[in-house]
């Protein structure tokens, strides 16, 4: 009954193209069934080529409705992309307990938890990858024992999730010191956002901080490594602001291009500005597996450094960028006659200003606005 009203009450919530549906999974590693709520992105419905990131949630009956929130909240401004969400529901202490107990002699885990482990590598997750278009980004959160639980996947020689969120683990015995062994060895990018507070018990802060230290240690390039010590948290309000700050982490290439990422550090790069632009969206494709037209507004920041820093040669290579980004619109042919505005060939700039007159508008990038930039040039 519980999960019916809960499914009602997250149908008023979120849009109304957003859809949520619980489902019970069959497991043969279990002997059992286990029920999951998936939440799919308002677009998914319509866009049928598009595949999202999976964010997979282990306590999900209490961590559904803080990320769910949170996440409704970032795609509305586009900070962070549309994703599926899939929550695992875990009844009780008892039920989680059971889920992802370890040997006291050596952290691993034994009898039930490994066969939840199987569970979720080789059944629920191919089952989603085959149901869903799950995008090749995949995230996994925790929280106490499922935090530290969900360590195990990096043991693996490639490991099922991209991404993990740990919010105040109960580490088990040696994962201090055998994770970040781990986290050496990887052979491909994985995010890893670790959080404590300073309301979690002492010998539990102990332990995570001792992990912290560990972690920061690793030289390996592939870890993308992000730690929050909350001041003023409880074990179990960390939750509410350690989601926010975990996502914008992890998705943190993804984010359009900010006033302090461009006062930090695309304006004060001597050059390359355009291949700042360019490496970004690069990343975006091979870290998280999608592949996101340039935003306009990334494009008016990158010739922004350019004007200010007055490298000109660089407006034809974003013109360059332009054409395969936006290639029946006004927009690289703006920056071509940029180009040659600023370099003093105004006869070519008029030129590029008044091919526009055939293409789309994009932005304020208007026909008009283009055509006026090449009445003004032939005054001169």
């Known amino acids: 009954m519980k999960h019916t009203v809960l499914t009602l009450l997250i149908a008023f919530i979120w849009p109304l193209s957003a859809q949520v549906k619980v489902e019970e999974i069959a497991s043969k590693k279990?002997?059992?069934?286990?029920?999951?709520?998936?939440?799919?992105?308002?677009?998914?419905?319509?866009?049928?080529?598009?595949?999202?990131?999976?964010?997979?949630?282990?306590?999900?009956?209490?961590?559904?409705?803080?990320?769910?929130?949170?996440?409704?909240?970032?795609?509305?401004?586009?900070?962070?992309?549309?994703?599926?969400?899939?929550?695992?529901?875990?009844?009780?202490?008892?039920?989680?307990?059971?889920?992802?107990?370890?040997?006291?002699?050596?952290?691993?885990?034994?009898?039930?938890?490994?066969?939840?482990?199987?569970?979720?590598?080789?059944?629920?997750?191919?089952?989603?990858?085959k149901n869903y278009r799950v995008a090749p980004f995949k995230i996994i959160a925790g929280h106490n024992m499922t935090a530290n639980f969900?360590?195990?996947?990096?043991?693996?020689?490639?490991?099922?999730?991209?991404?993990f969120i740990s919010m105040s683990p109960e580490l088990a015995v040696n994962m201090e010191t055998q994770l970040p062994e781990q986290l050496a060895k990887l052979k491909s990018p994985v995010y890893y956002y670790l959080a404590t507070a300073d309301g979690d018990l002492a010998s539990q802060q102990k332990t995570i901080k001792?992990?912290?230290?560990?972690?920061?240690?690793?030289?390996?390039?592939?870890?993308?490594?992000?730690?929050?010590?909350?001041?003023?948290?409880?074990?179990?309000?960390?939750?509410?602001?350690?989601?926010?700050?975990?996502?914008?982490?992890?998705?943190?290439?993804?984010?359009?291009?900010?006033?302090?990422e461009y006062l930090e550090k695309i304006v004060k790069l001597?050059?390359?500005?355009?291949?700042?632009l360019t490496d970004k969206y690069d990343v975006i494709e091979k870290d998280l597996g999608l592949k996101i037209p340039m935003r306009l507004n990334d494009f008016k920041a990158i010739e922004a450094a350019i004007l200010k820093n007055g490298v000109y040669d660089e407006l034809r290579d974003l013109s360059d960028v332009a054409s395969k980004q936006y290639p029946k619109t006004t927009l690289s042919d703006y920056y071509s006659g940029l180009f040659y505005e600023k370099t003093g060939d105004n006869k070519k700039a008029v030129k590029a200003y008044m091919r526009s007159y055939t293409l789309e508008p994009i932005g304020e990038y208007t026909t008009e606005f283009m055509l006026e930039k090449a009445e003004k040039l032939k005054e001169r």
């Open 150 to 163: 969900m360590n195990y996947f990096l043991f693996k020689e490639k490991p099922v999730f991209n991404a």
């Open 270 to 276: 001597p050059s390359g500005y355009v291949k700042y």
């Open 210 to 260: 001792a992990l912290d230290t560990n972690i920061k240690a690793v030289t390996n390039p592939n870890l993308k490594y992000f730690f929050d010590d909350f001041r003023g948290a409880s074990h179990y309000s960390l939750v509410a602001r350690a989601i926010p700050a975990s996502l914008y982490d992890i998705f943190s290439c993804y984010q359009p291009i900010s006033s302090s």
């Open 30 to 129: 279990l002997n059992a069934t286990r029920e999951i709520t998936i939440l799919t992105p308002p677009s998914y419905a319509t866009d049928k080529n598009k595949k999202y990131p999976l964010l997979f949630l282990l306590d999900g009956d209490y961590l559904f409705d803080p990320f769910s929130g949170i996440v409704s909240y970032t795609e509305y401004w586009n900070d962070l992309p549309e994703v599926i969400i899939v929550a695992l529901t875990q009844d009780n202490a008892e039920q989680r307990e059971f889920d992802t107990q370890t040997a006291e002699q050596n952290g691993l885990p034994f009898d039930q938890s490994e066969k939840f482990f199987e569970f979720l590598a080789y059944e629920l997750v191919p089952s989603l990858e």
